[in-house]
């Protein structure tokens, strides 16, 4: 009890901001944006020492070298992460959009209106730019945000903050519209994503344990993002170079994102050449095979120095997001098979089909149930920007709310508005 | 862990068949719902008898009257429901609607196409029609239903979902598509409301313990309906008569809905006069007041048969939803302290303002945070018929997903299907 009442502390001064904040004026928001642009600019040395601070311990700690490249920070960087805050004031502004309108016959006129959400709690892992991303995000579209990053960046993401926070003094967007967690007890996190009353979204970025975690300890609303065993489906009428073309795109192109494929579905009949054809090119590209039995003589032809590359797949195997350069294969005898492959394994995020056959492509299309469905497209266009928004606040993976690509319009809710002149019901 | 998976046993045939049905046209599904309405009015006697047998347990059990109106059957409220199914059949369809559509300049082809959940599952209470409302709005939006009914509607559900499913046997929705949960421990609720695979969405109906206990313990993300402790401000510069028309018509045309009015805020300008007479017509009507102090020297004029019914209010009265005809009333200095006490006790459900003043009205439109405002209207027409959607699956009191009413789209999620010639991301 004490814990709650510890964790309320840190939403009074969002709660009373929002409340400012849902009624400003796009042009008033956009000031605000240019203002922390500029700051972090001017501000860039204070940055830069605190996040050499969180590096050195990083480094002290042991910490991986891919992490500590995604804590780094560096002029360029900084000038991006100002950049971006530009971009999201150039972006519409949402807030205030009539959704719909209509007059009932007795005068009452009912008007459905774009709304902040309110209290944004973000709760993600290394990336200090998630701190200036989420921040744009969240202040275009009318919402406080209370920021959760990760231990690692704490310095970085103190200096941060406090840069934004005294840039918006000069501004009519409240200071308090940025709260940054700076105490990182679980506890305190456990906590906070309880105050249903107090915090309206609740947003994780990060790995599966993390997003877990929320899911598993939250009664705010959450937005579920980011997993992605994402599968490509080479059908037996699928045009073997843009099966290739795909594929490699799909697993090579970034393996480390959530949208990168993380299993690739062969039907029995295309093929066995062009499936040796296939595997060649991915083992050649450095990626390891994690192959289903049935495939193992098909690829006896390889080369020795390409047969280490190629190992039996586990059915843990089908079950896991790699995010490296390792890709499950799995043969089916049907398309049937492979939406069940996709159904039992799958994550709802990104799933592609390749076939020149428009019945087959329909009917998984129409089948696969999953935020993004790709028909002769790689799975790696799962994207804010790909999609063209301008922005994004990560995938979604549930189905309530949002689905996929998460833009501006995502991080607001709607209210009606209704207008009468006394009308009763009778 | 035994009990995990006696749950997930309630929930395959649905999975399975929730994929069937998606895939099915809207003749399909509407001629399952006419089939159902046909079928109940045919099976009318095995319901009636069933539920026979409910209404003797619960008055055996010593149930309350109210509860056993909820409970009876008859055959007026049987063609009634009936009448319900043949009008989703007739309501448009939304899935397949293309919500947007654009093409890259790479030609990929992006399509934002409404789609069904998947497995929807309902907690309800005791009043039997539900079982039938929420089957059509399910079937209709190509979601397969779980079911979980009062304990006092067991028979009547069962009995109802036996003449339903014996109806689907003749059409293409498959007899899975409705899951009656028969084995009504707690524990096997719980156990549902954590199975995020398998089940895409749960929505509780009921009372406010009902709807604590799903927040609290579901994984399922979920649809919060129903408990309003809504407001109307009467303003300084309100029309008295419209004032006393508006909140006796929020306040006692039924008092024990959602969408009733709980509090009456008035602002202390309002004329003294004006206020008794309010308070006389309340009370002629028969509502029992809880004013807030400063109010009881105003009430003094009062006849002493009236003066009977005035109560002075506890913090307690303006925090909960009395759902029956009392009302509480507490006097404020201005229309910010009115939007701080509906902030602080409001359930974002239904809040209204009475003014002349244009101003103070915009205020109060754009700063309430709740799923409807009104201005000069009753809150009693939050509702999905009064707001023209021809159906309603409940108020949402959340801000994710759905605010507000419930129609059929709101059944739906979307999914993003992207066709493409063979494009990768470079």
Known sequence: MSQELDASRWTVAARKSARILARLGTEQKNAALCAMAAALVAGKDEVLCANDGDLRQAQADG??????DRLRLDSVRIDAMAQGLRDVAALADPVGETLEEWTRTDGLRIVRVRVPFGVVLMIYEARPNVTVDATALAIKTGNAVILRGGREANASNQAI??????????????????TLITDLRHDLVDSLIRLRDQIDLVIPRGGASLIQRVVSGALVPVLET?????????????????AKSIVLNAKTHRPSVCNAAETLILHESFKAEWVVVLCKALIAAGVELRVS????PLLLPLDPDQRHMVKEASEQDYAQEFLDMTLAVVQVESLDAALAHIARYGTKHSEAIITENPQSARVF??????????????TRFTDGFEFGFGAEMGISTQKLHARGPMGLPELTTYTYRVYGTGQIRT
Chains 1, 2 share one sequence.
């Open 226 to 242: 980011g997993v992605g065993n994402c599968h490509v489906y080479v059908d037996q009428n699928a045009d073997p170079d843009m």
């Open 365 to 378: 299309m129409e089948s696969v149930d999953a935020a993004v469905v790709y028909h002769n497209a790689s």
């Open 293 to 296: 039995r049935p495939l193992l």
């Open 63 to 68: 910490v991986e070298p891919s992490r500590l």
């Open 161 to 178: 903050v406090r840069v934004l926070q005294q840039a918006l003094h000069s501004t009519d967007v409240p200071t308090e519209s940025i």
